[in-house]
């Protein structure tokens, strides 16, 4: 297999935690090189990678094709165009950038210059994710008629000197974790025909837009993105009802956590399993087996199917190879940040809108 050499910008925790450990476990691409402006953590984590103090180091780099943006986000519309005009495939943490506008200039110079351009919407290899996937598919609900998402934490006083509580249009719980949840919204059902949205500042002191209650609108669906970052105690992760029954499945993927608490990701086809969830957090499944008696549920812990972050990168080795299409496709990308700017409208003018792209 032809190799793919890398450099990921950035070591905070989108390149040490999401980026570096998958990048490196792929066959096919390589670690090539880390770009830390400062630290040695890098250099501990990765010896064999070459640690980068500038950008323009990856960049003037011609043995290296893929630049990875992991940097804070107002950073990712300049340093994604940059890699692009010199050639480089490229991957952007989300948000993918600040505007659509930018965006979608991206998506032009990528198409310009044939390169692949990959939002990094990881959240579709999320083991929950693929678990409700497979429900759908099988009709085990009957007819959705709402599916609601929860994204949340309890963080009362903003964190200090983190560019994550800075006022910028790209930073905030709209542009941080709004990705994940449209993305997945827009994985599963399509556009929506409208959107309601609530953004705000909710707790006493923020710089930042710390909660969301997002609508999306479909033919006899409603899908609802939430986030807070006032939840002391814990929402479901997803709730789902449909005229069989409902499924409510609690806690996060655990590939994150488990990252942070030090765990290796084996190489993949690797035999160890990445990464099986507990059945303690397993999601609950309850129907009706007869409709005419809805008193008479029968309730099923429903097996996580398995996580893996791998597979996005795998994914992309293939596009760019010419040997498969991207997963989450730039376009992709364009429409989810259109619909978080529809969504500070929305909430702006408190008005149901409708969604055009």
């Known amino acids: 297999m032809q190799e793919i050499r890398v450099a990921v910008i950035g070591f905070g925790l989108a390149g040490r935690v999401f980026h570096a450990p998958f990048v ?3 066959p096919g691409l390589k670690l090539e090189a880390i770009v830390q402006r400062r630290g040695d953590e890098a250099a501990k984590a990765y010896p064999k990678a070459r640690i980068l103090r500038s950008v323009d180091e990856a960049l003037l780099d011609n043995s290296i094709s893929l630049i990875v943006v992991g940097t804070p986000n107002e950073t990712h519309f300049d340093l994604a165009k940059r890699a692009l005009e010199a050639g480089k495939h490229v991957v952007i943490d989300k948000p993918f950038a600040a505007s659509s506008a930018e965006a979608r200039q991206l998506i032009e110079l990528a198409a ?10 990881n959240r579709r290899w999320d083991g929950d994710f693929l678990t409700i996937r497979k429900l759908l598919s099988e009709g085990q609900l009957g ?3 709402t599916f609601e998402w929860h994204f949340d934490r309890f963080r009362p006083l903003p964190r200090e000197a983190t560019w994550k509580e800075a006022s910028h249009d790209a930073n905030g719980m709209l542009f941080d974790l709004g990705p994940h949840l449209v993305d ?5 059902f399509g556009a929506p025909q409208a959107i309601t949205a609530s953004v705000r500042r909710d707790r006493d002191k923020t710089d930042i837009e710390d909660a969301f209650d997002i609508t999306l609108h479909y033919p006899r669906l409603q899908a609802i993105c939430r986030a807070t970052m006032l939840a002391a105690e814990q929402a479901p992760r997803f709730l789902l009802h449909g005229t069989r029954g409902s499924f409510r499945k609690y806690g996060v993927d ?3 956590p488990a990252l942070v608490g030090g765990a290796t990701v084996p190489p993949m086809g690797d035999a160890r399993e990445w990464l099986g969830e507990p059945e303690a957090a397993w999601g609950t499944l309850a129907v009706a087996p007869d409709p005419a008696e809805p008193g008479i549920l029968v309730r099923t812990k429903v097996k996580t199917e398995l996580g893996d972050y791998r597979g996005f990168y795998a994914n992309v080795r293939d596009a760019i190879l010419g040997t498969g299409e991207l997963a989450v496709s730039s376009e992709d990308g364009f429409r989810v940040i259109r619909l978080l700017e529809m969504a500070r409208e929305s909430s702006t003018k408190g ?7």
């Not at 310009?112 to 919407?121: I, N, W």
């Not at 997945?184 to 599963?188: E, H, K, M, W, Y």
């Not at 008005?351 to 792209?357: I, K, R």
């Open 184 to 188: 997945q919204a827009l994985a599963l």
């Open 254 to 256: 655990p590939q994150e």
């Open 351 to 357: 008005l149901t809108l409708p969604v055009s792209f």
């Open 24 to 26: 490196s476990a792929v």
């Open 112 to 121: 310009e210059k044939k390169l692949v351009l990959a939002p990094f919407h």
């Open 143 to 145: 007819r959705l008629v």
